[in-house]
């Protein structure tokens, strides 16, 4: 028997025992590294160029507006340095 962690999400923790059930649940691809195979590829997919993307297809005042909003959200965290 391998020594599978316990997912700790109910979906994943669902699956996790419906796979075992017929029989001995397999661990996911992983890369050298560790992570999730899958989980790389997707990330791949569209992740790369996203950011780049979505500035380009918006306004300038959108753009201004969303700076403005990040902005706001970093300087009133509590504890920030003055």
């Given at each position: 028997?391998?020594?599978?962690?316990?997912?700790?999400?109910?979906?994943?923790?669902?699956?996790?025992?419906?796979?075992?059930?017929?029989?001995?649940?397999?661990?996911?691809?992983?890369?050298?590294?560790?992570?999730?195979?899958?989980?790389?590829l997707?990330?791949?997919?569209?992740g790369?160029?996203?950011?780049?993307?979505?500035?380009?297809?918006?306004?300038?005042?959108?753009?201004?507006?969303?700076?403005?909003?990040a902005?706001q959200?970093?300087?009133?965290?509590?504890?920030?340095?003055?």
């Open positions: 028997m391998t020594d599978l962690k316990r997912p700790r999400d109910p979906d994943q923790l669902a699956k996790f025992v419906a796979d075992r059930l017929p029989g001995e649940a397999t661990a996911p691809p992983m890369t050298e590294d560790g992570k999730d195979l899958a989980a790389v997707l990330g791949r997919r569209g790369l160029k996203g950011g780049r993307a979505r500035a380009d297809s918006m306004t300038p005042e959108e753009r201004r507006r969303i700076a403005k909003l902005a959200a970093r300087w009133s965290k509590e504890g920030a340095k003055k």
